[in-house]
């Protein structure tokens, strides 16, 4: 076992017999696991979005009582659109629990603002049952006031576009890194904390300038101990309550003098765990599993090879696309993403010229 990156990198380029896998089969220790939160805040976001959309557009009462058709006593009910409200305020209640340290975006904070003082939202089986629905269809009203108002239109917009304003720079980041690279070995890995060190309100908790610091620390080892393979990157922090702080990383190599991404990757990864992070980290190597990514835009991507590249752009709009829906809010106004600087040509550089071609609309990744 090559216990540092630059072992592995001498032990890949030495190789008698042309690059071998040196790293053996970790899966069941700890640098290998991973895990996801109960709770899909993208799937959760745009279903509010969805719902919140129709119920502003939406005419009459969503909510009234009648009789019961079995025993004739009064009863409230919900039109269709109302039950989806119902199972969104819920969604809402769910997400301030997982994410406390976020905002939400403008379908979110209206949807909560209006519901909120309201308390538990169900349908009543007793009790003033007309106060209740009466209630609820006021909420609504508010909802379609405000969701129709030109203030809160502009405040959707503006959201929408600061949020794809990252994706549009890691795009045009991508095409300065071909426009000079010809091929590129794309490594994602999920840096995160074991569980002792993630629970918020122990002793042991990694603060976030720790993090900060690790992180920091991480990319400046990738560029100072891989010099003749490294090319960039793209970062980005979350944190939830289940998970702690994590960052998600897209390494990009120069592929005409690195292979075996899932080996780079993985070692990357322990270098994360047993150096950086002296114990306290574990990763998750992406590469390692492929098969499970419906667009594969991850491992050896070529700059001629516009579908993979398309999908190279989809899988870092997964980095991106929660903050959509919410936005982590870090001390002094501190970055939660980052990219690495546009590489510079070298005029000695091999290889035969290039004339960059933009991606079609149809094979752009979407935010």
Not at 96 to 112: E, V
Not at 233 to 238: G, I, M, N, S
Request: aromatic share 12%; hydrophobic share 35%; charged share 25%.
């Amino acid at each position: 076992m090559y216990d540092s990156i630059e072992e592995t990198d001498y032990a890949l380029r030495n190789s008698a017999g042309g690059p071998v896998i040196v790293s053996p089969d970790r899966r069941n220790q700890t640098s290998w696991q991973g895990f996801t939160d109960e709770f899909d805040v993208v799937g959760a976001g745009t279903l509010i979005d969805t719902c919140m959309e129709d119920v502003i557009y939406s005419k009459g009462d969503l909510y009234y009582v009648k009789p019961h058709p079995a025993h004739g006593s009064l009863w409230a009910f919900a039109k269709p659109l109302g039950k989806q409200l119902l199972r969104r305020v819920s969604d809402i209640q769910r997400a301030h629990a997982h994410y406390p340290l976020h905002t939400f975006n403008p379908y979110f904070q209206m949807l909560d603002r209006n519901t909120s003082e309201i308390g538990q939202w169900e349908l009543p089986e007793e009790g003033n049952l007309l106060n209740r629905v009466d209630r609820y269809n006021e909420a609504v009203r508010r909802i379609r006031q405000e969701g129709n108002a030109k203030d809160f239109r502009y405040w959707l917009r503006s959201h929408k576009r600061r949020s794809a304003d990252n994706l549009v720079s890691v795009c045009e980041y991508f095409r300065e890194v071909f426009a000079v690279y010809s091929k590129i070995l794309v490594l994602r890995i999920e840096l995160n904390f074991l569980e002792q060190w993630r629970l918020p309100g122990t002793e042991d908790c990694v603060t976030y300038a720790e993090v900060k610091e690790y992180r920091e620390r991480f990319l400046r080892d990738l560029r100072r101990t891989l010099p003749v393979h490294y090319v960039g990157y793209v970062w980005k922090l979350e944190y939830s309550v289940l998970s702690g702080f994590h960052v998600h990383v897209m390494i990009l190599l120069d592929g005409q003098k690195a292979r075996q991404d899932v080996v780079y990757a993985g070692i990357i990864g322990d270098h994360w765990s047993n150096v950086v992070t002296a114990g306290k980290g574990f990763s998750f190597n992406c590469n390692r599993d492929k098969r499970a990514y419906k667009r594969l835009g991850i491992g050896l991507v070529c700059h001629d090879d516009w579908f993979m590249r398309g999908n190279m752009e989809y899988a870092a709009s997964y980095l991106i696309k929660p903050d959509m829906y919410i936005e982590l809010v870090m001390p002094d106004g501190d970055r939660t993403f980052g990219k690495g600087n546009a590489p510079v040509q070298l005029a000695n550089r091999l290889g035969r010229p290039r004339n960059e071609v933009l991606l079609s609309k149809n094979d752009r990744a979407k935010p």
